[in-house]
């Protein structure tokens, strides 16, 4: 096997690692790996990123320079969503100055959206509003959608009205928007609101996408959507989904019943929210897995505050 093949498959290996969320095995095949680049280097940046080691990335990125290579927009790109997903917002605003005024490089509308994001998550949503005004190109949807998720999360209602206008002329087709903002309306009450985006949507004939969640078992793939009763071991499944949540209220997890805009009672907003397509790929993960292995879901649309922090205290 020549050495161009041996290193692809270093590459490959290494890629794969990361991607599974084993940073460790990732780490050490990229030590073994003989010649180095800013390609590898990169993806080294990249996986810390992604599996939410933001000290790591830094720690990587400073090797690189030490070792001589030059970092491009890529790299960049991959520190930035490592400051976001760690919460380093000194580091993040480091970075994003590095990459413009020491390496002169044009920031992509990603590396934008990433600052949008970090500063966001860290609660300081009108930095994040006065970045975004500044920008020497016109933000995109997805900057856009992140912003107004956030405005969402912090029920700052002015600027969610302000971002949800922009981000409807910008994408009038997108169905995710019409539903983050009828969630927010529902969220703080405003009854009005949620039945205008809902007109809004039929005259321009949106529908909501179906929320789908996978998983893979035995090397078979396994399909969810919310309230999923048509799975062979569907009684097992709510009947564990059951137990833990039973055991997830001792230690503290109340419902957040708020994101439900259905007008029914609450028991049965429990219900929807409990039966989310996550919860119930999780816990068939918990039923089928041996204990202490790792359970990987994967989504076609964002996953909804309570799913986070059930997944959070599962987790723990």
Known sequence: MGLGCLYLFRMLFFDMYAKCGCM?????????MSIK????????????????????????????????????????????????????VQ?????????????????????????????VSAGHLNDAWG????????????LLTAFLSSCCFQKNVELARSVAERLLELEPQEAGAYMLLSNFFC????????ANVRRLMLSRGIRKQKALTWIEINREIHSFESGDKSHPLSGKIHKCLQNL???????????????????????????????????????????????????????????????????RLISN
């Open 24 to 32: 460790e095995e990732s780490s050490k095949c990229f030590k073994t």
């Open 187 to 194: 969220i703080v009450g405003d009854l009005k609101g949620v």
């Open 245 to 311: 949540v039973e055991k997830l209220r001792n230690i503290g997890y109340v419902p957040n019943t708020s994101i439900v805009m259905q007008n029914v009672d609450e028991h049965i907003k429990e219900e929807i929210v409990l039966g989310h397509s996550e919860k119930l790929a999780i816990t068939f993960g918990i039923i089928s897995k041996p204990a202490g292995t790792q359970i990987m879901i994967i989504k076609n649309l964002r996953v909804c505050s309570d799913c986070h922090e059930f997944t």
């Open 37 to 88: 680049n800013v390609v590898s280097w990169t993806s080294l940046i990249a996986g810390y990123g992604k599996n939410g080691l933001g000290l790591q990335a830094i720690k990587a990125f400073d090797e690189m320079e030490m070792e001589g290579f030059i970092p491009n927009k890529i790299t960049f790109l991959g520190l930035l969503h490592a400051c976001c997903r760690g919460g380093l």
């Open 91 to 119: 580091e993040g605003w480091r970075s994003f100055n590095t990459t413009v005024h020491e390496y002169c490089l044009t920031p992509m509308m990603e590396h934008y959206t990433c600052m949008v994001d970090l500063l």
């Open 131 to 142: 970045f975004i005004e500044r920008m020497p190109v016109k933000p995109d949807a997805r």
